[in-house]
Structures are given as C-alpha cells and as structure tokens.
C-alpha cells in the first residue's frame, strides 16, 4: 500500500526548476531512501510533502491528504527538514515542551523522546549552546514525539558521531519492525546500502531510478548503482 504518493510534482522557484514532473510512491512499512546529487531537488520536494512550499503543479501526498489538512499532523507525520526550528535561548527539554503543548501532546513525553535521543543530561541547556550533532537529535526527538507512524528525514544523519549514526540505524530498524513508514534522503549511501528497502534517485528534479535496494544494486554497491543513474541521465 503506498502511503506517500508524488503525483506529477514540479516546483519552480522562477527561473530554478527545483522538481519536474515527479511521480512516485512510499510503500507501507517500508524504510524508502530518496537519494540524489547536491541540488537534485530532494529537500524541494520534501518541503512540498510537508507543505512547507507550494508545488507548481502536481500533487505530494500523505494517505491521499495534503499535509496542511491533517487532523493532527505532528501525530501523523514526523519530520527533520531542518535544525533552524528551535529557540536557541530556551532549553531542549523547553523547546519540545512548548511543541508538545501546541500539538495536544502531554508534556511527560518530552523528557521522553530526549532519552530516546540521549540528550537527557543536555535537556536544560540552551540550544544555542548544542552541537550540531545535539540539533540533528532534538529535531529527531521533535519528529517522534507525537508517535508517528510516518517519518520523513531530510538527511537526519547530518551532524551526527559514528555512535550517534549506529544509534540512528538501530532506531530506524525498530520503528520498521513496528510497521512506521520512513522516506529519508542521505548522501551516506554505504550506510543507505544497509539500512534502506526501496530506493528513489532523482537528478535535476527528475525520477532517474526507482526499485527495490536488490534490485536497483544488483550485485554491485548503491554508490555503483548511484553513480550510473547520474551519468546515464545527465
Ligand atoms: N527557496 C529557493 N529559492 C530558489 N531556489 C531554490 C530554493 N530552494 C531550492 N532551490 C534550488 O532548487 C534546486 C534543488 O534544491 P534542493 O535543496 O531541493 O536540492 P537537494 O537535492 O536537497 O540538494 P542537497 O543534496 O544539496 O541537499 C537547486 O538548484 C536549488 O538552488
Ligand atoms: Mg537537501
């Protein structure tokens, strides 16, 4: 069952084509890596999925909704789209309380989620005062507090130590195993070799490949498999 659906998706910002006409789906249950050069459209399209930007024509779906008019889309749909989102002069743990209270969330949660991202001892710190790997986790712990059964990540692995990315890939397996649905765009592709079960590539806001991570690899590696939709569509 598809879950998210790009429909004829294309987003201009004048004269910058970000996305062309993509069409793809999300399948259930499944871990979906969106992968693509610096530039090829991923966040672009993302932000559209999430309404954060307006497409020009076509259609980026959740269950067949837009997200803008979700019921209560924080417990919906989790998303790490960027780490600009806090108040650097609040605390983590005040920062997800406050987000927690604007989406109907009790506020035990958000001790929670910071242990579940192992900021527990930052959690008063001021987020001005956060690495950029403690970001990347409290916009993780923003993305899960309202137990979404859909994740979008916009590289959430960004900024984060070996421990932090082992971390991820074991939290990632989990909620898969729990039936959560997860599209995720990473430039990590050895690490998207192993985590990930269906693989989008887009290049210059186009679909290049699309398929199951067996059988768009096939015996080789998904940076050979990368590499080849790249040049083949340049
Ligand atoms: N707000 C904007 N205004 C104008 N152009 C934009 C805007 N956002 C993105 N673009 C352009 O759209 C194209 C796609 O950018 P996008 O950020 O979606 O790529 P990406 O695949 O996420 O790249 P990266 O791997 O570097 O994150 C680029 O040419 C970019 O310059
Ligand atoms: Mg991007």
């Given at each position: 069952m598809s879950i998210i659906a790009f429909q004829g998706l294309t987003k201009a910002y004048k004269d910058v084509v970000?996305?062309?006409?993509l069409t793809a789906n999300v399948e259930a249950g499944r871990i979906t890596g969106f992968l693509g050069p610096n530039g090829a459209g991923k966040s672009t399209a993302l932000k559209c999925l999430l309404s954060l930007a307006t497409p020009t024509s076509g259609t980026a779906l959740i269950r067949g909704a837009k997200y803008q008019d979700l019921v209560n889309p924080m417990k919906e749909v989790g998303a790490v789209i960027?780490?600009?989102?806090?108040?650097?002069?609040?605390s983590g743990l005040k920062n997800l309380r406050i987000i927690a209270a604007s989406a109907g969330i009790g506020d035990g949660r958000a001790l929670e989620v910071l242990e579940l991202v192992d900021l527990t001892d930052a959690?008063?710190?001021?987020?001005?005062?956060?690495?950029l790997g403690m970001k990347q986790r409290l916009s993780l712990a923003t993305a899960i507090l309202g137990e979404p059964e859909i994740l979008v990540l916009d590289?959430?692995?960004?900024?984060?130590d070996p421990i932090g990315i082992a971390w991820l890939r074991d939290f990632l397996k989990k909620l898969t195993a729990n039936g959560h649905s997860i599209l995720i765009s990473s430039h990590q592709l050895a690490e998207m070799q192993n985590t990930v079960d269906d693989v989008l590539i887009i290049h210059k806001g186009r679909l290049v490949t699309e398929g199951t991570m067996a059988n768009v690899v096939g015996s080789g590696t998904l940076e050979e498999a990368f590499i080849r939709s790249v040049e083949a569509s340049a």
């Open positions: 970000a996305v062309k006409d960027e780490t600009g989102g806090f108040n650097p002069s609040l959690r008063n710190k001021k987020v001005k005062q956060y690495s590289e959430p692995a960004n900024g984060l």
